[in-house]
């Protein structure tokens, strides 16, 4: 989500005027703007660390301006300019279209400008963007969560799920494609409740499916669902769209009924294990991720065994594990039974550990299979004897291969043999198969060459930390999940 706002915010701030300075060139450029995540703890140490930095260089210079957007700035509105007062803007997650607007003032006024909307002025998607890539886009359906998890603070920052209108998502997407674009993903705070706020329960699936008819999208994936809302029609426009990839990443958080009923999650261990079973009866080689907490509030060494079962029983292809992190304003952080953190440490690190082993076997499992490759941005990894590029499977594994005699380009597809397998990624190292040249391909050539055209006028830059558990292949190295 954030990472789709700080494209729209490198969009608004080109529209504006700027320039993207060059990488590490944060005390030159005129802007440094934050988007920031408020998830976890550590965002806030990092925020204060990083403005911090920027403090002397900001002395020297005094036409720089910084700004900081996102959850952080939503919820901490009130303290940012008092802890950091040579901050001059502050925005929330509901008016990031009016960066620009704020910038101007704060120069003219030569004063701070807070400004912290308490509902949606803009949807995110109909703001100017920076695609970071030529070939891959994300497609926000909507923004907001009707959830109450006692352990999250998403809903009081972004407030409650507003749904585009169906024709308004796929227009943007023909439109994509129309530029090259032939991976896109859909995304939502919860996007299997897509629906809710238009009142069709079964819009979610209607949407997957008329993605597959769109002529020259060849990749759909989506993120992040929620089990509660996760229906047997969803599974069934899954298996039956051609473009659907066989990828899905459902958050566990726990697999403890106790500790599921603590975080306020609407299902259990039994019904997460039953989505499961239904998804690979239908999807064979679906590749399936998930987020787990580890130590919430009164979680016992029983409750965590019971994760520890449901890891083991799903095989999950990857797993972003987190230990427990009080947020204020949470449920959570009020609750008894607060668990030190030695105990949560020696978890989190023995999870860690199985999953590890787990994702290994399941890797292995690809070995000798032949699959589609869609070429990602930058080149792969380097040895002694072999040059490799990397790409991404349809279930988005990522795999490294020998690059072949011929020409190959981000957003083109490849077809190779696995031929191994570590924990984190598959290698193909036997001569490539076939090269398929694509439009995808083609926007990526024309955009290097625009590039290559255009002389660097370093006026600007957005800045944040890489992304978390984002799927490829958008490489945004310079906008991010925040700051956790």
Request: glycine letters at 8%; charged letters at 25%; aromatic letters at 6%.
């Amino acid at each position: 989500m954030n990472v789709h706002d700080s494209e729209r915010l490198s969009g608004l701030l080109e529209d504006a005027g700027y320039v993207r300075a060059p990488e590490g060139s944060d005390g030159e450029a005129d802007v440094v703007v934050f988007n920031t995540c408020a998830v976890r703890e550590n965002a806030d140490n990092k925020l204060y660390g990083n403005l911090g930095h920027l403090a002397p260089k900001k002395a020297s210079r005094p036409g720089m301006q910084i700004a900081v957007g996102g959850c952080l700035a939503q919820k901490d509105r009130d303290t940012i300019v008092k802890r950091a007062p040579w901050v001059d803007v502050v925005f929330g997650t509901h008016n990031i279209g009016k960066l620009p607007v704020l910038l101007e003032r704060a120069r003219v006024q030569e004063e701070a400008q807070v400004e912290i909307a308490e509902s949606l002025e803009e949807f995110p998607s109909t703001l100017p963007t920076r695609r970071e890539s030529a070939y891959a886009a994300w497609v926000s359906i909507s923004v907001g969560c009707n959830n109450t998890c006692t352990f999250c603070i998403v809903p009081a920052l972004r407030g409650k799920e507003k749904d585009r209108r169906p024709g308004d998502i796929l227009a943007e997407i023909e439109a994509l494609v129309a530029e090259g674009v032939s991976e896109i993903t859909l995304l939502g705070q919860n996007v299997n409740a897509y629906g809710s706020d238009i009142g069709d329960r079964e819009a979610f699936s209607k949407l997957l499916r008329a993605c597959g008819r769109i002529d020259g999208l060849e990749r759909v994936r989506f993120t992040s669902p929620h089990p509660r809302d996760f229906t047997d029609d969803v599974i069934a426009a899954m298996a039956e769209t051609p473009n659907a990839m066989p990828q899905l990443h459902m958050p566990l958080q726990s697999g403890s009924d106790p500790v599921l009923k603590a975080m306020r999650r609407s299902y259990r261990q039994e019904r997460f294990l039953g989505i499961i079973e239904k998804v690979r009866a239908a999807i064979p080689h679906a590749a399936i991720s998930t987020d787990i907490i580890v130590g919430f509030p009164g979680e016992t060494e029983e409750d965590f065994e019971q994760t520890l079962h449901v890891v083991r029983e799903a095989r999950f292809a990857q797993a972003f594990t987190f230990q427990y992190s009080k947020r204020p304003g949470t449920p959570a952080a009020e609750m008894d039974g607060q668990i030190p953190k030695k105990v949560v440490q020696e978890r989190y690190e023995r999870l860690v550990a199985l999953q590890e082993e787990i994702s290994w076997e399941e890797n292995k499992k690809q070995v000798g299979r032949t699959l589609e490759l869609m070429v990602a941005e930058g080149e792969g990894r380097k040895d002694d004897t072999t040059h490799r590029l990397s790409g991404r499977a349809p279930d988005n594994r990522l795999v490294h291969f020998t690059k072949p005699d011929q020409e190959v380009r981000p957003g083109d597809v490849v077809t190779v043999e696995i031929t191994y397998a570590a924990p984190h990624h598959l290698l193909a190292e036997g001569p490539t198969l076939d090269v398929r040249r694509t439009r995808a391909g083609d926007a990526w050539e024309k955009r290097n060459a625009e590039k290559a055209g255009k002389p660097a006028q370093p006026a600007g830059v957005l800045l944040g930390l890489p992304k978390i558990g984002v799927p490829e292949p958008l490489p945004v190295a310079t906008s991010g999940c925040g700051l956790d």
